[in-house]
C-alpha cells in the first residue's frame, strides 16, 4: 500500500528549495511575487514552516516569481519534480515528442 504524502509537507520542502535554486531570499521572493513589502519576509516564512497555507491564486504568484510550474511545488516525488523542470525548458516540438515516447513506454 502506498504511503500517504502530506503535500502541505511537499510544498513547504519545495517552495524553500525553489527560492534558495534562485538565491532569493524570503523577503525577496515575497515582494516578486506581489506580497506587501513589509510583511513579505514573515509570509514566506510562515509558508515554508506551514504556518500558513496561500491560497492558490498567492502558490501561482510564487511560481511564477520562482520560474518553475506550479505543479513543481506540489510534486512529491524527487524524480517527477525534476521532470517538471526539465520538461518546461522543451520547446512545444520537443515536448511533444517526448510525451509521445513515454506514452508509448
Do not use: C, W
Not at 22 to 37: C, F, T, V
Not at 54 to 60: K, R
Not at 89 to 99: G, I, V
Request: proline letters at 3%; hydrophobic letters at 45%; aromatic letters at 6%.
Amino acid at each position: 500500500m502506498a504511503r500517504k504524502v502530506d503535500v502541505r509537507l511537499v510544498f513547504q520542502r519545495r517552495l524553500k528549495q525553489a527560492r534558495l535554486a534562485q538565491e532569493l531570499s524570503q523577503r525577496d521572493l515575497g515582494i516578486k511575487a506581489g506580497l506587501d513589502p513589509f510583511v513579505a519576509s514573515t509570509r514566506i516564512n510562515r509558508y515554508e514552516k506551514g504556518i500558513h497555507e496561500p491560497d492558490m491564486a498567492t502558490v501561482a504568484r510564487l511560481a511564477a516569481a520562482l520560474k518553475v510550474p506550479t505543479a513543481y511545488l506540489f510534486a512529491e516525488d524527487e524524480r517527477l519534480a525534476r521532470m517538471i523542470l526539465a520538461f518546461e525548458q522543451l520547446s512545444a516540438t520537443e515536448k511533444d515528442q517526448l510525451l509521445n515516447t513515454v506514452e508509448k513506454l
